[in-house]
């Protein structure tokens, strides 16, 4: 059966016809759609679907400039192409909303990455004063904060009340604050 004969057939709705059509062409479609959309896309079936719709309701404008083939593939590649556009358009889409939520992210990550850095450099200031303090109070903050002992622990340990213990932290802790204030203020006029 020739174009012509296939097309009258069609226009006249006879079901044959319709089988015939798409058994013909389905799968020359089909591989054009896979070329075009890759080997692993879901949407090269419904592209093939889409052609054949088209190409039914379509029909009566057909001319014959071309063979019925060409005419399917030009629809075919029409499709593709408009899938491949309406991708490129919602993958740049999805980066630029990708590149909206990290952009806060990226500067949230910083700020805290800085964060960090300054808790660390506080903590080298606050144990280098330390270091720099006589004894009695770099021996009892070393048990307090390094021993992580507890009043009662150094009290026990030192053989002293535990009031004297807190008496003494308390002073220490207030002089090693001073100390670190110092040199933060040093660091600043420097």
């Not at 052609?51 to 379509?58: D, G, W």
């Not at 909303?97 to 700020?111: D, I, K």
Request: positive net charge; aromatic residues 8%; contains cysteine.
């Amino acid at each position: 059966m020739n174009d012509r004969q296939l097309v009258q057939k069609l226009l006249a709705k006879e079901e044959a016809a319709e089988r015939h059509f798409f058994h013909a062409y389905r799968e020359k479609i089909y591989q054009a759609c896979v070329y075009i959309l890759g080997p692993h896309d879901p949407e090269a079936e419904d592209v093939t679907q889409e052609v054949f719709m088209i190409a039914l309701r379509k029909l009566p404008e057909f001319q014959f400039r071309s063979s019925l083939f060409r005419w399917l593939y030009r629809i075919c590649v029409f499709l593709c192409y408009k899938r491949v556009h309406k991708r490129g358009r919602h993958v740049a889409r999805l980066e630029e909303e990708l590149e909206n939520l990290s952009g806060p992210l990226s500067v949230e990550r910083e700020r805290l990455r800085q964060e960090e850095e300054e808790r660390k450099r506080l903590a080298r200031l606050v144990l280098a004063q330390r270091d720099q303090m006589g004894e009695p109070c770099r021996g009892l903050l070393e048990l307090r904060d390094d021993g992580e002992k507890s009043y009662a622990d150094i009290a026990e340990a030192l053989k002293i009340p535990i009031g004297t213990v807190m008496s003494r932290l308390a002073r220490c802790k207030e002089a090693l604050k001073q100390l670190v204030l110092r040199a933060l203020q040093e660091e600043t006029h420097a």
